[in-house]
Structure formats: structure tokens, C-alpha cells
């Protein structure tokens, strides 16, 4: 199994949106409506931001969200602030296994 | 409050065994739905799901690493243990423990992760 596919980065000013990208295939985010993404600063552990495609964490910002359309989930971030800068990761459950995305570094101009 | 922590060697060599003990509150492995997984991250580089078990001893592991790997748990002392077998240079990573949610698809919290170098 291959891991998932996210474009290496992103950037947004503050105030903008901005949309990162997660394929896979029918195996894993199509398969299923159990795709999460995670925030990472670095040198720091993955945060949990979105879970089951869509859902917010209590105390995640509702700047925050997720989509999924066919084998491509998707995680919008609205209202930029420079705190939002990180490497963000998205994971999808498959009937055997666990994968993760290569990670998007997202730069707040 | 759950939290978790990893302890384990920050140097092994080539060809040795790495074992790496998550040490967790504020949740019981004996809880139905309930289970730990181990990720890794090589310096500079991407997250890697290595295992995961569920508070029915049910196992699952990477196929491109499951020949390597064990993982266990001590509901007793609240911890999951991870082996690694045949450690190269190429494992040289930070590994973290995470809660995986009743019957959830997702992991939640992360420990802080501990370092492991494997070098000669």
C-alpha cells in the first residue's frame, strides 16, 4: 500500500484560504469515510484537527475543515492567521492497515 | 486527561533489536473499542504507521514492516511495547505512541515521541 498523496506545500496570506489535498485510492479515502488530518509545529507531535472526514475535535478552531469526493479528501483552512503555519498530514483507515500522507507544508505569507 | 509517553534506547546499532515501551494514563487498554498505535517519523520526513493494538489483543501491523515488528500490551501496567528487529540505519526516527478513540479511526493524543539513532 502505497501512502497517500498531498501536494509538498501550500501558502496562503492571512485573512486568505487555503485547500490541501489528500488521494488515495478506493482502498482507503474512498473506501471509507475515516480520513483524519493532523497539524505538526515542528518539533512537536501531530495534533489531531479533523476526524471522520469531517468532524472537529472540541477545542479545534472552526477555521478548520474537511471534505472528501471520491479517493480525494480535502482540508480547508479559512481565515489564515500565522499560527496556522505547519506540516499537516492526512491519514486514512483501510480494512488491514493505517496510511499517512507524505505532508504538506502550508506557509502563512 | 490521557497523556502518553515513550521510553526506550536513543542509540541501537545495526542488526540489533529496538524496544520502545508507551507508557499511558487516563485510559485502560481493557476499555472495548479502545486500542495504541506507533508512528514514525525519519528526520525531516514523513509520518509512517508502524502498529497498532486493540484492547482485545487484535494486532495490526505495516506490511512492508510486519516481519519486524511485534507489539504488545500490559493492561496491567498500563503500557504497549514495540519490537523492531534487524534495526538499519534507514530506522533512524522519531517514534511516537497514540491513543486510538473507542472505536475510533483516528489517533488522539500523540506522545511527545522519543528519538531512535541507529548508527555503528
Known amino acids: 500500500q502505497s501512502a497517500l498523496t498531498q501536494p509538498a506545500s501550500v501558502s496562503g496570506s492571512p485573512g486568505q484560504s487555503i485547500t490541501i489535498s489528500c488521494t488515495g485510492t478506493?482502498?482507503?479515502?474512498?473506501?471509507?469515510?475515516?480520513v483524519s488530518w493532523y497539524q505538526q509545529h515542528p518539533g512537536k507531535a501531530p495534533k489531531l484537527m479533523i476526524y471522520?472526514?469531517?468532524k472537529r475535535p472540541s477545542g479545534v478552531s472552526n477555521r478548520f475543515s474537511g471534505s472528501k469526493s471520491g479517493n480525494t479528501a480535502s482540508l480547508t483552512i479559512s481565515g489564515l492567521q500565522a499560527e496556522d503555519e505547519a506540516d499537516y498530514y492526512c491519514s486514512s483507515y483501510t480494512s488491514s492497515s493505517t496510511l499517512f500522507g507524505g505532508g504538506t507544508k502550508l506557509t502563512v505569507l | 486527561q490521557i497523556t502518553l509517553k515513550e521510553s526506550g534506547p536513543t542509540l541501537v546499532k545495526p542488526t540489533q533489536t529496538l524496544t520502545l515501551t508507551c507508557t499511558f494514563s487516563?485510559?485502560?487498554?481493557?476499555?472495548?473499542?479502545?486500542?495504541v498505535g506507533w508512528i514514525r517519523q525519519p528526520p525531516g520526513k514523513a509520518l509512517e504507521w508502524l502498529a497498532l493494538?486493540?484492547?482485545?489483543?487484535?494486532?495490526r501491523y505495516s506490511p512492508s514492516l510486519k516481519s519486524r515488528l511485534t507489539i504488545t500490551k500490559d493492561t496491567s501496567k498500563n503500557q504497549v511495547v514495540l519490537t523492531m528487529t534487524n534495526m538499519d540505519p534507514v530506522d533512524t526516527a522519531t517514534y511516537y505512541c497514540?491513543?486510538?478513540?473507542?472505536?475510533?479511526?483516528?489517533?488522539?493524543?500523540w506522545g511527545q515521541g522519543t528519538l531512535v539513532t541507529v548508527s555503528s
Open positions: 493494538i486493540y484492547w482485545d489483543d487484535d494486532k
Open positions: 471522520d472526514v469531517s
Open positions: 487516563g485510559f485502560s487498554l481493557s476499555t472495548s473499542g479502545v486500542g
Open positions: 478506493s482502498s482507503d479515502v474512498g473506501g471509507y469515510n475515516y
Open positions: 497514540a491513543h486510538r478513540p473507542r472505536f475510533g479511526n483516528w489517533f488522539d493524543p
